[in-house]
């Protein structure tokens, strides 16, 4: 089973697929989405979103700047303000 | 009837027009696309943020804690309207249609003893408005850089409008801009963005506990400014889209119009050209005849 992820920022829709693993930089620290996690909202502070394609899976590193970031039924939604070039 | 010389110099002019309306309109045709892709692509951030809003608005109880973004100062005495045009003309009513919404607003509220404040934004609103109402105008924000306004524009204003709310300038703002439909449909609206109108009626309520981190009223405290920014910066995609729209409608129909001009101009032309021949021949033969 696959997570469901996406992210936005202000100026487009960066991505929508469907992966195994995110690691999210929380406000109060890292934390790593799987699919089924508990439903939870988080801000987000300046650092690097690890996206693990599949198990075990060399990670695709994004830096992102400020935002939030949502898990619910249908998966994680990250909200960041920008996306480090 | 206008001399030959008269004529020729009409043609030449009205010609002149229309390539300036022509190329005004290839403008915005490649503008209008590029223009679009944009306010689309900002669409699905705006949507996501409304609906993490509207779930986390029905979780959180108002209160006098809550922050005034959320609950509003108390009173609805100050109204201001952030009004935004485009810094070009050349756009058929496009902006007189936005100032228009603006002013019928205004009367509106003024009806209710309500004060009124005018933020503008964009360069072409501003004499209309400052005709009319010439010491309500708070601020003129000034979009006329190179490009087209952005996020950073945006995030400008809106921390300009947040300052001023804190400062208790005033209690309620709206937001004017065109909303694109298709290049030929713009429609001019208004919404109210301080404080947040929100139709909780939306959230879907997973019936789960949801985990706040940190809590609630801090992330509610850190998102609510956020969308007052994606509000304005979807308002200034939008209205981006919608005046190249209707630039290009307009600079469609003007070159058009040029053409029928030319046309009729043309045709008179040539009659007072055959005209001015056979009264000369008619001359030659009678002269001819005389001998």
Redesign the interface.
């Known amino acids: 089973m696959a997570l469901h992820f996406e992210l936005v920022t202000p100026e487009k829709l960066i991505r929508s697929e469907d992966v195994y693993m995110v690691q999210v930089p929380g406000s109060e620290g890292e934390f790593g989405v799987l699919e089924g996690h508990a439903p939870m909202m988080s801000t987000i502070r300046n650092g690097a979103v690890s996206i693990f394609a599949s198990e075990g899976a060399e990670a695709e590193i994004i830096e992102i700047e400020g935002g939030f970031a949502e898990v619910n039924e249908k998966g994680l939604t990250i909200l960041a303000e920008r996306i480090a070039a | 009837m206008a001399s030959l010389k008269e004529l020729k110099g009409r043609i030449a002019s009205v010609k002149s027009t229309q390539k300036i309306t022509k190329a005004k309109q290839m403008v915005a045709a490649a503008k209008l696309r590029k223009a679009q892709a944009?306010a689309e692509?900002?669409r699905?951030?705006?949507e996501?943020?409304e609906g993490?809003m509207a779930s986390?608005a029905s979780k959180v109880t108002i209160s006098e804690s809550s922050p005034k973004l959320l609950a509003g100062t108390g009173t609805d005495e100050t109204h201001l309207l952030i009004v935004c045009n485009s810094d070009r003309g050349l756009a058929g009513a496009f902006n007189a249609n936005i100032v228009k919404a603006a002013r019928a607003k205004a009367v509106e509220l003024e009806a209710q003893g309500k004060k009124v404040l005018f933020y503008l934004v964009g360069r072409k609103g501003r004499p209309v408005i400052k005709r009319a109402y010439p010491n309500q105008i708070v601020k003129h924000f000034d979009t006329s850089g190179p490009g087209s306004p952005?996020?950073e524009e945006?995030q400008a204003i809106s921390k300009e409008v947040r300052t001023m709310f804190e400062d208790g300038q005033f209690d309620v703002a709206h937001l004017f801009y065109s909303e694109f439909k298709s290049a030929l449909v713009q429609d001019p609206v208004g919404r109210q963005i301080i404080p947040v109108a929100l139709e909780t009626s939306n959230a879907e309520d997973?019936g789960?506990?949801?985990?706040?981190?940190?809590d609630e009223e801090?992330?509610l405290a850190?998102?609510l400014p956020?969308n007052v920014?994606?509000q304005v910066?979807g308002a200034l995609l939008e209205n981006n889209a919608s005046e190249q729209g209707a630039s290009m409608t307009a600079m469609d129909n003007a070159t058009r119009n040029a053409g029928d001009l030319i046309d009729g101009l043309t045709i008179e032309y040539n009659r007072s050209r055959q005209a001015a021949i056979t009264t000369e021949l008619v001359e030659i033969i009678s002269g001819a005849e005389a001998l």
Do not use: K, N
């Open positions: 944009a692509a900002a699905p951030y705006a996501r943020l993490v986390l952005g996020f945006a997973s789960a506990a949801v985990e706040y981190e940190p801090e992330i850190e998102l956020r920014t994606t910066f």
